[in-house]
């Protein structure tokens, strides 16, 4: 494809700032890097908290977005595997130093000098994008790019985080149905597990949409669930919480906090914790949490809903998600040859 010299973004340049639409200039591949032109990208919580500066150290001015769905429109020196022309999706994590002890571990999810997406390297908020062609997947066929946006973050932390709850889990809690809630619930309802949705009080749409989803029961997360869970997993960005889910679990059972960015956690008596309960965190994901994901979501059928809006609307996304009026994930399509600004 033509590449043009100047491309649109929306750029995140103060923390607590609406973004701000920006003419750059196309940024050029490095060695091991692709240029890609961006279809879609999705609307993540992390660009929420991004851009509300809930966020340590971000470099800014930086482009978000981290769930981008491209075709590859360049590559730098020593890119292999990877043609023009070929449809890819970029995650948050976007380079590790491969030399780390986590990245010698097989924890690159935890690289000391890790670089991600959107965040410490500009994201998809954009036309065009470079990204390291190592941390670029296949994507499979049959998936448009807006469908496909949401399995890049929403989907793989979902499905990290239900890999930390542990073997064996039958009742499953699912606290905050949102993006990632809505991907999982499909695909523990499709492995048989009987998943429970937790979601603000009052909003009878969203405990419709998990029931719609597969999930056995839906209530607020003000509820005791009607069984008690085998494991439980927090999307909602609320410390509070923490708590109410280590009571709706069993002993023995797995509390995972899947978000990055979360409000002080209240104090809990002991006894909730006790009986060989666990709690923990989940940060970021691996390469092969992609591949598992991507390949897992295309045998079961699992299919995103998403409110689609354009690149130049992404404060008016962000404010959706903010709000919690979205059903599903939201996401930014791109079309290229938009009026510059």
């Known amino acids: 494809m033509r590449v043009p010299a100047r491309m649109t973004a929306m750029v995140c340049e103060a923390p607590g700032a609406p973004l701000v639409r920006r003419d750059l200039d196309v940024p050029r591949p490095g060695a091991g890097e692709v240029l890609l032109a961006v279809l879609a990208c999705g609307v993540c919580r992390t660009d929420l908290h991004l851009v509300d500066g809930e966020l340590p150290d971000p470099r800014l001015p930086v482009v978000p977005g981290h769930e981008i769905v491209a075709t590859v429109a360049a590559a730098g020196p020593g890119v292999a595997g990877l043609a023009v022309g070929q449809r890819v999706g970029v995650p948050w994590l976007g380079w ?138 927090i999307f909602a960005p609320v410390g509070a919480l923490v708590p109410a889910a280590l009571r709706a679990v069993a002993p023995g059972g797995t509390v995972v906090c899947g978000g990055i960015h979360m409000s002080e956690i209240p104090a809990f008596p002991y006894a909730i914790l006790w009986q060989e309960r666990t709690l923990r965190s989940v940060a970021n994901l691996t390469r092969a949490d992609g591949e598992e994901l991507l390949e897992r979501a295309a045998s079961l059928g699992v299919r995103t809903e998403v409110q689609a809006f354009p690149l130049a609307a992404a404060n008016e996304a962000l404010a959706a998600l903010r709000s919690g009026a979205l059903r599903g994930a939201a996401v930014l399509e791109v079309t290229r040859g938009e009026a510059r600004p």
């Open 96 to 233: 590790t130093c491969g030399a780390c002890r986590y990245c010698r571990s097989g924890r690159e999810n935890l690289c000391e000098r890790a670089r991600f997406t959107g965040y410490t390297r500009d994201g998809g908020y954009a036309e065009f994008a470079v990204a390291d062609s190592r941390f670029c997947f296949a994507l499979p066929g049959g998936l448009d790019a807006v469908h496909a946006a949401p399995l890049l973050c929403a989907g793989l932390i979902g499905y990290r985080s239900y890999r930390m709850a542990g073997e064996g889990v039958e009742r499953l809690g699912l606290y905050g149905f949102g993006a990632a809630a809505h991907i999982l619930c499909q695909i523990a309802a499709r492995e048989g597990k009987r998943v429970f949705a937790f979601t603000r009080a009052g909003d009878e749409a969203g405990q419709a949409f998990a029931l719609r989803l597969g999930a056995a029961w839906a209530g607020d997360s003000t509820q005791a669930p009607p069984e008690a869970l085998d494991a439980a997993i």
